[in-house]
């Protein structure tokens, strides 16, 4: 898992870099004059052209293979879901990324968390603690506070459209975390390896982006008569290495970052792979401030504390249950010297040897108050209060 999660905040970084990286280069295609590289249904074809070869090489790693263990044998249809709602988020994410700073496109990503605690919740019924329901509420209040950042300041290089790209990777969100989520429903009922997953992702990937390629291409648009041209987009390739060379990095990082995220799903969450994926934001960050992308912003470094606050305890690294439950414990005095004793005795029945419950078992009320001293003992430890109880239910 930790080999996983480091080439995830690796090989995630890379790839969004490579990508933001052709959209600033400009190219001439079918005429002479130099345009943007603004083609993101090309880029994703490409991009689920990654996954798709891992599929030869899923019997490279045979510890995958599992032994009869009761789930169900794989059947490659069941990944047309969570790959229709990869390449839905795809394209919005990738469009969104066109017209948005690369550090707030990352940062806005952390809506992930919020639909990602949705949908579980509907899927396989989860409950949340109240640590967990705070952290989604710093969360909010710092991706609104990202989100506004680079509305009123913006480089129209960077960033030419930022409201509609702020817009566009939220939504995108919503389909990654569907397909987060139904990828690890699929992992716990079916015995597959995870290069398996990844490729056949990519294989209906690729389909699905082809028709919505062939769709974008008929649409009339400005892209030489069409909302998106692919033959313009091959010819800016070819045109300009600096374009080739992001693309081949983006291409090829795609499939080995995708099993390795697949890898946190498969053995540890859906939570843990959104957790490590929102914490390229910082590194990203960074870099894109040093290589003058992006100038930094106190709001923007505001936001991103918030953010990265609620993921602490959202993930219950940092938790706000234990420090209630800690500070509703008052400690309760038990006297038994001090409580009055009354001559009365109390009856109990208990069974006999025959098992008549009719004979009378006799307690005064000292041992009555030794029992109370012990019970209030225990709250007191903390094994047995209606705080823990309370907020057990709320979780």
Not at 73 to 98: Q, W
Not at 165 to 188: D, P, S, T
Not at 309 to 314: P, R, S, T, V
Not at 361 to 374: I, K, L, R, S
């Amino acid at each position: 898992l930790l080999i996983s999660s480091f080439q995830v905040l690796f090989l995630g970084t890379l790839y969004t870099l490579s990508r933001k990286y052709q959209n600033i280069q400009q190219s001439n295609g079918l005429d002479d004059d130099m345009k943007y590289f603004y083609h993101p249904i090309y880029q994703v074809f490409w991009l689920f052209f990654g996954m798709a070869i891992c599929l030869p090489f899923k019997n490279w790693f045979s510890q995958e293979k599992e032994e009869n263990d009761g789930k169900k044998e794989m059947n490659p249809y069941v990944m047309i879901i969570p790959a229709f709602c990869d390449v839905c988020a795809t394209v919005l994410d990738a469009t969104g990324l066109i017209f948005t700073h690369v550090s707030i496109h990352q940062m806005l990503k952390g809506f992930i968390v919020i639909f990602t605690m949705v949908i579980s919740m509907i899927l396989f019924k989860r409950n949340y603690n109240l640590s967990q329901k705070f952290g989604v509420l710093f969360v909010i209040s710092g991706l609104f506070i990202v989100g506004s950042s680079n509305l009123h300041s913006y480089n129209s290089r960077f960033a030419p459209r930022p409201l509609l790209g702020n817009i566009l990777v939220i939504l995108a969100q919503v389909f990654l975390a569907g397909m987060f989520v139904y990828e690890e429903k699929i992992l716990k009922e079916y015995r597959i390896r995870v290069l398996e997953i990844v490729g056949w992702e990519g294989v209906w990937g690729m389909i699905f982006s082809t028709i919505f390629v062939l769709i974008f291409f008929l649409i009339p648009g400005e892209d030489f008569g069409c909302l998106e041209n692919p033959v313009q987009a091959t010819l800016q390739v070819a045109n300009n290495y600096k374009i080739l060379l992001a693309m081949m990095i983006s291409t090829l990082v795609m499939g080995p970052f995708n099993y390795y995220g697949t890898n946190l799903t498969k053995y540890a969450s859906a939570m843990h792979r959104c957790l490590i994926d929102s914490s390229r934001m910082c590194i990203i960050w960074f870099i894109a401030i040093c290589c003058s992308w992006e100038k930094f912003t106190p709001y923007q470094a505001i936001g991103y504390c918030l953010i990265m606050n609620g993921n602490l305890l959202y993930y219950e690294i940092v938790s706000i249950d234990k420090w209630l439950k800690q500070e509703s414990k008052d400690p309760e005095i038990c006297n038994t010297e001090n409580t009055p004793i009354k001559d009365e005795q109390v009856y109990e029945t208990s069974p006999t040897l025959d098992g008549d419950f009719s004979a009378p078992n006799f307690q005064n009320d000292t041992a009555m108050n030794e029992t109370n001293c012990e019970s209030n003992n225990d709250s007191k430890h903390g094994k047995s209060t209606s705080i823990d109880h309370l907020l057990g239910e709320s979780g």
